[in-house]
């Protein structure tokens, strides 16, 4: 059985379009968990009375991504799911989407974490698949770029966000659920692959499970379109921000190797300055 882990915040469009989406699987396999952190949209009662086989669970305005996504993930541990699919409310999956995440799944070790490859809503064009980081350069190769490795069934990884990953529960087992208290709301799903890789589990990516998303609309992209000081500094240090540079910092003393933190940090932090004027 896997629960599907959508935390929610205000947008009721796109969860609507999110679950509708979910209720055309192919899989049938699964129950969705949404964890309603405090939306004044009427989501809660939109979920009750659209999709009463939805569980929502009553977050609040304090909690972030991170805190939000351990309390359904909370649930589903205390339900006896098998995985958990951690989704965020502005993807439409396709009607295959869980199938073919569960046949990875059985040409994988039962140690892998398995992520969705995502192509955006308005093109239809792929734009994510996966990474592999470079710790001397702050960089990543694409999976997506390289379109030989894109015609096997999956592609590895070595790190991935929360968008879209089919986490085994003994993952959770073993090392824990999301750190909320250091990584709140970004970098708390690339802490939690960064520290399941160190525990040797194995993060791929389903080239044929697709999400479709709307990458302008996160937050961190909202504030680099509005190019003032109060959004500068909201960008650097602010819980949306994407920069985070405090975050940055805790990510890299954490999980970069000591012979690339030199090179990794100065990288980042000016990337991290000046970048946002240059977007």
């Avoid at 929610?8 to 192919?26: E, M």
């Avoid at 809660?44 to 304090?62: M, R, T, Y």
């Avoid at 999956?93 to 799944?105: G, I, P, S, W």
Wanted: glycine share 6%; aromatic share 16%; hydrophobic share 40%.
């Amino acid at each position: 059985m896997i629960h599907i882990v959508i935390p929610v915040f205000n947008r009721w469009h796109f969860t609507q379009a999110c679950l509708q989406s979910l209720q055309q699987q192919s899989y049938t396999n699964f129950k969705i968990v949404v964890v309603d952190h405090g939306s004044t949209d009427g989501t809660f009662e939109n979920i009750k009375k659209d999709f009463p086989e939805v569980i929502v669970l009553k977050g609040d305005e304090s909690m972030w991504w991170t805190a939000a996504t351990n309390l359904g993930v909370r649930f589903a541990l205390d339900n006896k799911a098998d995985f958990v699919l951690t989704l965020n409310n502005d993807t439409i999956a396709k009607e295959n989407y869980l199938e073919e995440l569960m046949k990875v799944f059985h040409n994988v070790s039962q140690n892998t974490l398995i992520g969705s490859t995502a192509l955006d809503a308005i093109s239809k064009k792929v734009i994510f698949a996966g990474e592999n980081e470079n710790w001397f350069f702050e960089t990543s190769k694409l999976n997506h770029l390289d379109k030989i490795k894109m015609n096997d069934l999956f592609v590895n990884c070595t790190r991935f966000p929360g968008r879209g990953l089919l986490i085994p529960v003994k993952v959770y087992n073993e090392i824990g659920i999301y750190d909320e208290k250091n990584f709140p709301h970004y970098l708390g799903d690339y802490e939690f692959t960064q520290r399941a890789r160190k525990n040797d589990f194995k993060i791929v990516c389903s080239t044929k499970a697709h999400i479709f998303i709307y990458p302008e609309e996160s937050g961190a992209n909202h504030l680099i379109k509005n190019k003032t000081i109060k959004a500068y500094y909201n960008h650097l240090f602010g819980i949306r921000g994407g920069a985070q540079l405090k975050l940055f910092y805790k990510y890299a003393f954490r999980y970069c190797p000591w012979y690339a933190l030199p090179s990794f940090i100065f990288i980042g932090t000016t990337r991290r300055i000046l970048g946002y004027w240059f977007k």
